[in-house]
């Protein structure tokens, strides 16, 4: 019973964090430390819970892309979505193979969440001074390909968050815009990233896992990821991110404390 208990809490706290600019890779490690450690194929799998609610979010988007290419706007979004994608893979395969690793310490987390915050608040600040622009530029589309893979080496980071204030950093200014296109590229990415992780888990384990209480963590994912990311697409609308940033901040300094403490 404990084991599905905690596979539902560890669901939950994918569903809600992968996509809110907070960090689920951060959270998961900080809910490990005190529910232990998961398999690689059970993060993989309920990250994979998350993706799906998203894909079902934006799947008019999708479709509109994939069949509506021979409208301009259409094909030069999606080509700006491919590039995006294509340089993290190309990036996130050099990393791999010089043996970049996320680290499971607490400390590296709670400074990646306290300087993520900073810089929300510092990239808000600038964007307030700025028109609201919806248009995605070549050079935004570039750059959050790598913020992509800068989040995948930093836990802590928030690949949501890193791509989004990325986004608006370089141009693209409108929340909404940028949180869309932050969104998109990560479909492709995650499921690619996911399906590897996963095919090397499972060879690994040789295919031993609690499957039942991996079914559980996966159903809830999906289902707080899809109510998360709704919520968010409506919050955004009217609302700066600064509320993410005081809880990251909040959140990394309460982490430095428990470990100078020695509880965690």
Do not use: C
Request: avoid cysteine; proline fraction near 3%.
């Amino acid at each position: 019973m404990n084991d599905y208990l905690n596979a539902i809490i560890l669901g939950v706290i994918e569903g809600i964090t992968e996509f809110l600019p907070i960090s689920s890779t951060g959270h998961l490690l900080i809910a490990e430390h005190w529910l232990g450690e998961r398999s690689d194929t059970f993060n993989v799998v309920i990250q994979a819970g998350a993706i799906l609610a998203v894909t079902v979010i934006y799947w008019r988007r999708i479709l509109d892309l994939i069949f509506e290419w021979r409208d301009p706007f259409h094909r030069d979004y999606a080509a700006k979505l491919i590039v995006a994608f294509l340089i993290t893979a190309v990036l996130g395969f050099v990393a791999t193979k010089l043996g970049f690793k996320l680290p499971d310490a607490l400390t590296p987390v709670a400074w990646a969440l306290i300087i993520g915050g900073f810089w929300i608040l510092a990239v808000e600040a600038y964007v307030a001074r700025e028109a609201q622009i919806p248009y995605v530029s070549w050079p935004t589309a570039i750059i959050v390909g790598i913020a992509q893979i800068v989040a995948g080496i930093f836990p802590g980071t928030s690949r949501s968050g890193a791509t989004i204030f990325a986004a608006m950093l370089t141009g693209t200014t409108d929340r909404a815009a940028a949180t869309e296109f932050a969104f998109l590229v990560g479909i492709p990415t995650m499921y690619a990233a996911s399906a590897y992780e996963l095919l090397k888990a499972l060879k690994a384990s040789g295919g031993h896992e609690d499957w039942p209480a991996l079914a559980i963590a996966f159903i809830v994912s999906t289902v707080t990821a899809f109510i998360a990311v709704k919520w968010l697409l409506g919050y955004i609308r009217t609302h700066r991110f600064t509320v993410f940033a005081i809880y990251r901040i909040l959140l990394g300094a309460a982490l430095l404390a428990a470990v100078a403490y020695g509880l965690a």
